[in-house]
Structures are given as structure tokens and as C-alpha cells.
């Protein structure tokens, strides 16, 4: 299928998240960890294409999902109850808010800090805009 | 073996990459952005874990590597000459500057835009610290 990116203002949307509070055994659980992303991809609207996750000794998961629409990835560290989860997506029917409730619900974050940066921005035209990351950043907290 | 995330001031850095002006020919080949990625995260001194690449129809291609110390990840549009390339890792180690050099010579890109972000901000007691994600933006034209 067609890597689907017609956002109007950029090809790509990346959401880099900091999951703080997280319960240390729910994130060092690479079945959970996997169940919990690929859920969240799909809560999104993401069209899940192939996916890779990794235990880590003596703590820790990585794992990393290729979606139609780019990619979910996910680095924990129990040890200090946080994840950093990044949603790179394009097209405008994704749902990322809706994911990012999921995984702060499931892995029970009580705070995520938040950046939300353009990738490949684009005028009008469609002709892609040199030197230029345009991003911003926010904080919630339970 | 460990999750490998010694550094003193973050948990991970994640290096941000827009490289324009590639060779559209290159980027659309999954073997070869399969092949100069792995070589880029050996490069880097990074050990890698697993892979999972995808080639899109008509064209482009999404790729990610899971390495000891986190992940590399690629998503290209051949139609705009555009690879956005992600570097997420931890440990002093890793030389992500050769790695840099490696990719934007591989594709031929002209220009990269590059942010580098500090991922799980800790203090000296290595106790992590909420609400921060220190990051600096730079760029670079041949």
C-alpha cells in the first residue's frame, strides 16, 4: 500500500513522549509492553505492518512497531518507572491523543511531558521546506 | 545484557535527522536503506539486536533497528529526496557523529537538519527529573 502522507503542513507528525510514574512491573514486561503498543496503534487507527520488542537483563524493554503510517517505538527503564514512547505518523486520520491516554492508562503514568515536532515540512505546493523543525512542547499531569 | 544507559546527564539521547536532497533511486530501495542503516549502527560502535524493514508501493520505505542502546529508525519519500532518520542511544560509546557522515554520504543527501534531544533527564544522584526535555537544533549543508 501507499506510505499514506497527505498532511496538508508536513509529511510526518512526531509525538515524543515521557511516560514519568509508570509501575515498574507492567513496563519491564516485554508481552504486556507489546500487547500495550500494538493496542495502542490500532487505538489510533494505525495499520500495523510488522513489529520487534526486546528483554532486556536484568530490567528494560525496547520494542518498536513499523505502521503503515511510519512508526510506534518504546524504551523503558523500570528502574525509574519511566518509558519513552515516540508515535511518527502521517496522514490525518490517526488518533494519537486516544493512544496516548491508552498507554499512560496502562502503563499508570501519573505524568507525561510531551513534544510534538513536524517532520518534512511542506508549503503549500506540496515542495518540501528546507531548515525547518518546527515543534512544541507540553506537560500533563494526572 | 544491559540495557546499556550509563550517561550522566540523560537516559538517552535521541538525535533527530532531516536529510534532503537524496537520491530518490537510493531511499526507494529497501535492501540498500536496509544495508546502509545496519552499517550506519555499526558505525556508531552500536550492537544490533534485530531489524524489520518495509518497502512501500509505489515507492518508499520504512525501516527500524533495535540496538543494545535503544533504536535507529528511517522512513524516506523518495518523490521529495527526503530520509527522516531517528538515532535513539544511550551509553558514551556510540559515535553518532561517523554514523551521521555515513547516511548523508550513502544517500547523497545535500543538506541535513538535525535536533538532538536528551531523552529521560536525570540529576547527579541519577534520580530522574520531571518536566524536561533539553534539546538543541543545528544544521548542516554541504
Redesign the interface.
Known amino acids: ?3 499514506q ?1 497527505n498532511m496538508d503542513k508536513s ?2 507528525k ?1 509525538v ?1 513522549l ?1 511516560l ?1 510514574g509508570c509501575d515498574a512491573k507492567l513496563i519491564d514486561s516485554e508481552t504486556l509492553v507489546h500487547e500495550v503498543l500494538l493496542q495502542a496503534a490500532k487505538i489510533a487507527n494505525a495499520t500495523v ?6 528483554q ?5 524493554v ?3 512497531i ?1 505502521i503503515e503510517e ?2 510506534f ?1 518504546i ?1 523503558t ?1 523500570p528502574e ?3 518509558a ?1 514512547i ?1 508515535m ?1 505518523t502521517c496522514g490525518d486520520i490517526l488518533d494519537n491523543d486516544s493512544a496516548i491516554e491508552y498507554v499512560k492508562e496502562k502503563f499508570k503514568a501519573t ?1 507525561i ?1 510531551m ?1 510534538d ?1 513536524r ?2 515540512i ?1 508549503d503549500g505546493d506540496a515542495n ?1 521546506v ?4 518546527h ?1 512544541k ?1 507540553s ?1 500533563t499531569s494526572k
Chains 1, 2 share one sequence.
Open positions: 500500500m501507499l506510505h502522507c509529511l510526518g512526531h515524543i515521557e514519568y505492518i510488522s513489529s520487534t520488542f526486546h532486556f537483563s536484568p530490567q528494560g525496547s520494542g518498536m513499523i511510519s512508526h517505538s524504551h527503564w525509574h518507572g519511566y519513552a515516540d511518527f505524568s511531558y513534544a515536532m517532520r518534512g511542506i518540501l528546507l531548515n525547518e523543525l515543534h512542547v506537560y
